[in-house]
């Protein structure tokens, strides 16, 4: 704990995960956003045009970030580099934002197959400090990947809803339970909308998310 550590972005010394530079730069997603989606608003508003037309299954997301450069390096060297002091990062980031109200943390699950080749969840280790820190039980298993789907990154945003159709399992009892669920990047919200249907199929009665990062759909 003496030693100096090296910012996760530049690698120069820097006394927390980033140096004042790198973490000055971070892009966030301005001051409105949805309530239920997280995506940015120019004003405030009950919820954004999308979520008023097509209410998603969960209630309400908040994102510490918004999923641009350098925020998607810090996400890509946790998945695929292993660095886990990007989900320390992550998760202090989250602990900074209103604390939800809430019963038990569960995080998104990866697939079998997935988690074999990656060897750790990513989400799992964003939760874990935000469980400890909001002294509320981690639901680790409390729902389960059981289909294996193409890379949601890989679709265009209007099939990836259809691609994670029965891709989870509930094999918790959430009657009466609000629930948070923690994953690190949110794009198409179609994984997290598909993950609260099942929650509340299964009794939840709120389905909050906390995401690292927000991505936001640019038009071309």
């Not at 450069?69 to 695929?80: E, R, T, Y």
């Not at 981690?138 to 029965?166: D, F, K, V």
Request: with cysteine.
């Amino acid at each position: 704990m003496l030693l100096p550590r090296s910012c996760l972005l530049c690698g120069a010394s820097a006394a927390t995960a980033l140096c004042a530079g790198c973490a000055a730069d971070l892009p966030g997603l301005g001051p409105h956003t949805c309530p239920i989606c997280a995506i940015p608003l120019a004003a405030p508003a009950p919820a954004c045009g999308d979520c008023l037309r097509a209410p998603p299954a969960f209630d309400a997301t908040l994102a510490a970030l918004r999923y641009a450069f350098p925020v998607d390096h810090l996400v890509q060297s946790l998945k695929f580099a292993h660095r886990l002091a990007s989900a320390d990062f992550f998760a202090g980031r989250l602990l900074a934002l209103p604390p939800p109200t809430g019963d038990v943390v569960v995080p998104v699950p990866l697939s079998p197959l997935r988690l074999r080749e990656r060897g750790f969840n990513q989400a799992v280790e964003i939760a874990r400090p935000l469980a400890r820190a909001y002294r509320l039980p981690l639901a680790m298993t409390g729902i389960a990947r059981i289909r294996e789907t193409l890379p949601q990154s890989r679709l265009p945003w209007h099939e990836r809803q259809r691609n994670l159709r029965h891709a989870f399992e509930c094999r918790v009892d959430f009657t009466g339970k609000s629930v948070i669920v923690v994953d690190d990047v949110m794009t198409s919200g179609a994984t997290l909308n598909a993950i609260a249907q099942t929650l509340k199929d299964h009794g939840a009665v709120r389905v909050c998310n906390r995401v690292a990062a927000r991505a936001i759909k640019t038009l071309t």
